[in-house]
């Protein structure tokens, strides 16, 4: 087995050295200008760097490195910037600065061991591998979409309803995801690389944007238009200048207009349809000055109400999304004065896991960070509250968490990922799939989630993926025009 490279393999993968490091040294020093802690800065200068190196060893291709640079940037690399357009130093607004960003540093070194051992591990070929034919990509694509767009109407027709029995189509609604991935694909490997959408490229986007105002999920917006870039980048090999900007367009987008429509919307979708979701989004699309001043409102209110994270000095609902190390300075100080969870936090994320068959006694709504933050003498948290999985692991058990649970159950993760689909992003599929399908919770999912996602999630997701691959691929639904001869005779 090939030994790990301690140095930049590619061009690519000098200049992103070059240029992060230089980019990263200029911020840090004008936030030390701003007056905050030298050792801070340089903790969490150290941390992004280690972060972005994966990259550079193993490529900007390679599904293992993304996903650990994608922490790095979650927990530390955007609060360095959002944090400096507000004027405000690194440790403003923090209880224990040092502290924290030291535990994500910690974290950050799990999340990398993890990487290095499952690069090292051989796990024989991976259970999908990559399909390059245009006619079975448009299959998987056609595929795909039934099974997506069935699960998304029938979550969708259930909006505005009190429904109490098994959401099982919310299973099955990304694979409208590998629809998208596959008919864009398919265009590029059809057209010799001169183009990447056609008639049904466009029609999977206007679904795709569709459910995403249906589900009022910004996130699920974000990733229609990630799909997009990450399949085309995956293809074509390469970074184009136009591709990162558009990337930081659609970003800017979701921060200043899409995020005050989606929150005005979200507070009284319980009681909406489906169609009235779609009409309200839209009408609040024309109205968004209104939209905008209904935002400013509900953040003041909240303000004075009192809200835990307050990184920002003011609730920022999509910086605070987008900044991770808040949540882990909450979780440090709460657990110290209130004692570690210690294993009762495992034991819950096992039985989350389990199906309600075999546990049949466990919550409907349930969310795991808000039991943590409750747990650790901070009330009323919020519905479904973010406990990442470094922050998680500092308080059930210290210091020792906040590596070991990164460590082992990141190595998990990654392992799985590598036997379904490997980890090369180019012209896979699969690959690009699974990274759209697990990144958000790889990044700020609490143990419950990994647990949830090792023993069930992506299990569930290999069967179903090898259905629809063996489909495709052995033309059961499209069968092959052949000569048909007599029993007997020639």
Not at 394 to 399: M, N
């Amino acid at each position: 087995m090939r030994p790990l490279k301690l140095t930049p393999a590619t061009r690519q993968g000098r200049m992103l050295v070059k240029g992060g490091g230089i980019f990263i040294g200029i911020v840090c020093a004008l936030h030390l200008a701003l007056g905050a802690n030298s050792i801070v800065v340089c903790t969490a200068g150290l941390t992004v760097l280690l972060s972005i190196y994966p990259v550079a060893i193993y490529g900007f291709l390679n599904l293992g490195a993304v996903l650990v640079s994608l922490v790095g940037f979650r927990y530390v690399g955007f609060p360095l910037v959002a944090k400096l357009s507000m004027g405000q130093p690194l440790d403003m607004h923090l209880l224990d600065p040092l502290g924290s960003f030291g535990i994500v540093l910690s974290g950050l070194i799990g999340y990398l061991t993890a990487l290095r051992w499952a690069a090292r591990v051989s796990v024989g070929r991976p259970l999908l591998q990559s399909v390059s034919g245009k006619s079975i990509l448009g299959r998987i694509s056609f595929l795909a979409a039934s099974i997506g767009i069935s699960a998304n109407l029938a979550v969708a027709f259930r909006a505005g309803e009190n429904y109490t029995g098994l959401t099982i189509a919310e299973f099955f609604v990304h694979f409208l995801h590998l629809a998208l991935i596959s008919a864009i694909a398919r265009s590029i490997n059809y057209s010799r690389g001169r183009r990447n959408v056609d008639a049904w490229v466009c029609f999977l986007l206007i679904l795709e944007i569709a459910f995403s105002i249906i589900h009022n999920s910004r996130m699920a917006l974000m990733e229609t238009f990630v799909c997009f870039i990450a399949t085309v980048v995956a293809y074509e090999n390469r970074i184009k200048w136009k591709q990162f900007a558009a990337t930081a367009f659609i970003i800017g987008m979701m921060v200043i207009f899409v995020t005050p429509v989606f929150l005005h919307v979200r507070d009284s979708r319980t009681e909406l349809s489906w169609t009235q979701r779609i009409g309200n989004t839209i009408m609040m699309v024309v109205k968004w000055p209104e939209a905008f001043s209904n935002y400013q409102k509900h953040r003041e209110l909240i303000n004075r109400l009192g809200w835990h994270l307050n990184y920002y000095g003011s609730p920022q609902n999509v910086f605070e999304r987008m900044t991770l190390v808040n949540h882990v300075d909450v979780l440090k100080a709460g657990s110290e004065n209130h004692g570690k969870v210690g294993f009762e936090d495992l034991n819950l994320s096992l039985k989350r896991a389990l199906p309600r068959m075999l546990s049949p006694d466990k919550p409907v709504d349930y969310s795991q960070g808000s039991w943590l933050y409750e747990r650790v003498g901070l009330s009323n948290p919020g519905p479904y509250a973010t406990a990442p999985l470094i922050g998680t692991g500092f308080a059930a058990f210290g210091w020792v968490g906040s590596f070991f649970y990164p460590f082992i159950l990141g190595l998990a993760w990654l392992l799985i990922v590598k036997k379904i689909s490997g980890w090369n992003l180019h012209g896979n599929i699969w690959a690009i799939y699974l990274l759209l399908r697990v990144h958000d919770q790889f990044v700020e999912g609490s143990s419950d989630s990994y647990v949830l996602y090792i023993l069930r999630s992506l299990p569930q997701d290999l069967v179903l993926l090898c259905l629809v691959s063996a489909l495709a691929k052995g033309r059961f639904l499209f069968p092959r025009r052949t000569k048909t001869f007599p029993l007997f005779g020639k």
